[in-house]
């Protein structure tokens, strides 16, 4: 069973476009976790967010975590070549060691 | 800055071949994981380790095996390679989760790019 679901699967823009990323489950995590992986290379922890509603920004990145800690979305701004990757958002339970992964989703940014 | 290195980044075997794939953490991490991820399947869990000599199987466990005797250290290994072992595997770690202030943030390593011929 597939706990977090995220759409799009892909994506392809143009460099200097804005997109939004949605990361949604029906269960309530203590946290949500956003990651960025490269090709060839391992995901990388962009943000950790923990309250319900809450939003950090990275640059030109958005993060915002659902009221109620179901749901979560990435935006990027402007988007640039190098934002190109895959994007996976990834949930954690109080106490449980491991995280629940989304399906992922796939950003290409074209010059 | 945590550090998560991986043995090899690429590593090509023979069927029935005995595989070792190590991962080594420096950030004093209780927890440590190995998944398999392949293009439309995502990241599976195969198994992860909570504390030195203790391990849990993931959704993915059949046909691999772990060892943990040093903290920092975790192996999977392949005791029979197969094709359908052709995959990337990540390794990652993390500090062990006590209660809802715990974050659980996974740091993975590069990853090693298995082919089994």
């Known amino acids: 069973t597939q706990l977090l679901e995220q759409s799009p699967q892909f994506l392809s823009i143009q460099e200097g476009e804005n997109l939004t990323v949605y990361c949604n489950s029906s269960?309530?995590?203590?946290?949500l976790q956003w990651y960025r992986q490269e090709p060839g290379e391992g995901p990388v922890l962009l943000v950790t967010?923990?309250?319900?509603?809450e939003v950090k920004k990275l640059k030109r990145l958005t993060f915002q975590f659902g009221d109620a800690r179901k749901d979560s979305s990435l935006h990027i701004t402007a988007a640039q070549p190098g934002d190109t990757g895959l994007y996976l958002c990834a949930g954690a339970f109080p106490g449980f060691q491991k995280l629940v992964f989304g399906t992922g989703t796939r950003l290409l940014v074209s010059p | 800055d945590v550090k998560v290195t991986q043995s090899s980044r690429y590593l090509v075997k023979r069927t029935g071949e005995k595989v070792f794939l190590e991962c080594v953490q420096d950030m004093d991490h209780e927890n440590m994981f190995w998944y398999r991820q392949d293009p439309g399947l995502g990241l599976r869990l195969i198994y992860f380790?909570?504390?030195?000599?203790?391990?849990e199987k993931g959704d993915i466990p059949e046909g691999y095996s772990v060892s943990r005797e040093k903290k920092e250290r975790f192996s999977l290994i392949l005791e029979s390679a197969s094709t359908n072992q052709t995959s990337m595997y990540l390794c990652?770690?993390?500090?062990?989760?006590?209660?809802?202030?715990?974050?659980?943030?996974?740091?993975f390593g590069p990853g090693t790019r298995l082919t089994v011929l």
């Open positions: 990652a770690s993390s500090f062990r989760s006590v209660g809802a202030s715990s974050y659980n943030e996974q740091f």
């Open positions: 269960s309530v995590f203590s946290s």
């Open positions: 380790s909570y504390d030195v000599k203790m391990k």
């Open positions: 967010v923990v309250t319900g509603g």
